[in-house]
């Protein structure tokens, strides 16, 4: 009997189908909203943040895979004596954990870089609000 992500997820602990990836859009979603429609620089810096989370879920999502037995897949660690296909079939694929610790450090990087900007944006007018700054421009 199929079960749809939700019923599956309070049943078994372990959300599957298509429920997580849904999610994964709509905390991008809100993301985006952040960006367009807030006018406060902090709040975008949130949003700006947010994507970052939404995007780098989806890449665990992308990479996760169940083993053919339905167990859950395990560490891609590789073992002496274990053959590889049997290691490819039962392991998550690492590829978007790299993808990941990258992805981290480089929005660590440019987060540093937009609180900066917004703390001299605060020092030279007074205000997050960007009404307020476009205003002051002359």
Avoid: C, W
């Amino acid at each position: 009997m199929p079960h749809d992500g939700l019923t599956l997820l309070a049943a078994t602990g372990r959300a599957t189908g298509l429920l997580p990836y849904a999610l994964a859009f709509i905390l991008l979603a809100i993301g985006l909203y952040a960006i367009i429609a807030k006018k406060n620089v902090i709040k975008i810096i949130v949003g700006l943040l947010i994507v970052g989370y939404a995007v780098n879920l989806f890449l665990v999502l992308l990479g996760y895979r169940n083993a053919p037995d339905g167990a859950v897949a395990a560490a891609p660690i590789l073992t002496a004596g274990t053959p590889t296909d049997e290691l490819l079939a039962h392991t998550v694929d690492p590829l978007p954990q790299a993808l990941i610790l990258t992805s981290i450090v480089i929005g660590l990087g440019i987060v540093a870089l937009v609180v900066s900007l917004a703390i001299r944006l605060h020092e030279k007018y007074g205000t997050f609000d960007i009404t307020a700054i476009r205003k002051l421009r002359g």
